[in-house]
T-cell receptor
Framework: DAMVIQNPRYQVTQFGKPVTLSCSQT?????MYWYQQKSSQAPKLLFH???????NEADTPDNFQSRRPNTSFCFLDIRSPGLGDAAMYLC???????????FGSGTRLTVV | AQTVTQSQPEMSVQEAETVTLSCTYD???????LFWYKQPPSRQMILVIR??????QNATENRFSVNFQKAAKSFSLKISDSQLGDAAMYFC????????????FGKGTRLHILP
């Protein structure tokens, strides 16, 4: 019954090798978010989609890109991962402003 | 810009006891939403409780309740009858009523439950 699904749960990638993380949802929520969470830190918003409208945070590095081909799916592409990009990546969805998010289980990215 | 501050990086409580987690926030807006999220180790972040700023009544969900002090910009979480399953990282979070869709999180408080 998982409603926001992130794949894979654990991802190991090589320094500089492009990697894609995926998120899917069965909730039909129109807003989807990608957060980066490093150890013992607050989740940091990278970008979000309101339907097809892409909203990038001002301090999100150009190394991070995203795609949302349809309502259900959203992808996070890291073009050239560095050691500093090792983190938990959280996908979340939201229906309306007065509700919180529904989170996926996250993908833990390791860069070697 | 809005900020959320959790001043207690870690807390411990004896099983069955009551614990209060603190949160303060800064905003110039009059209407907004506040949340507490729970993130167990290696598990999904889930919503514990939410509060609308225009409601004076404090939100309650079973053993979880909040003390919302709008003038003081304070939003603490009280967990009664603590259980081992309450052990987790707890995040306080803010969401604007007027603009933007993003939630702003505090740095979190790690709660340990002592058997």
């Amino acid at each position: 019954d998982a409603m926001v699904i992130q794949n894979p749960r654990y991802q190991v990638t090589q320094f500089g090798k492009p990697v894609t993380l995926s998120c899917s949802q069965t909730l039909n929520h129109n807003v989807m978010y990608w957060y980066q969470q490093k150890s013992s830190q607050a989740p940091k918003l990278l970008f979000h989609y309101y339907d097809k409208d892409f909203n990038n945070e001002a301090d999100t590095p150009d190394n991070f890109q995203s795609r949302r081909p349809n309502t259900s799916f959203c992808f996070l592409d890291i073009r050239s991962p560095g050691l500093g990009d090792a983190a938990m990546y959280l996908c979340a969805t939201s229906l309306t402003r007065d509700y919180g998010y529904t989170f996926g289980s996250g993908t833990r990215l390791t860069v070697v | 810009a809005q900020t959320v501050t959790q001043s207690q990086p870690e807390m411990s409580v004896q099983e069955a006891e009551t614990v209060t987690l603190s949160c303060t926030y800064d905003t110039s807006e009059s209407d907004y939403y506040l949340f507490w999220y729970k993130q167990p180790p290696s598990r999904q972040m889930i919503l514990v409780i939410r509060q609308e700023a225009y409601k004076q009544q404090n939100a309650t969900e079973n053993r979880f309740s909040v003390n919302f002090q709008k003038a003081a910009k304070s939003f603490s979480l009280k967990i009664s009858d603590s259980q081992l399953g309450d052990a987790a990282m707890y995040f306080c979070a803010y969401r604007s009523f007027y603009r933007d869709d993003k939630i702003i999180f505090g740095k979190g408080t790690r709660l340990h439950i002592l058997p």
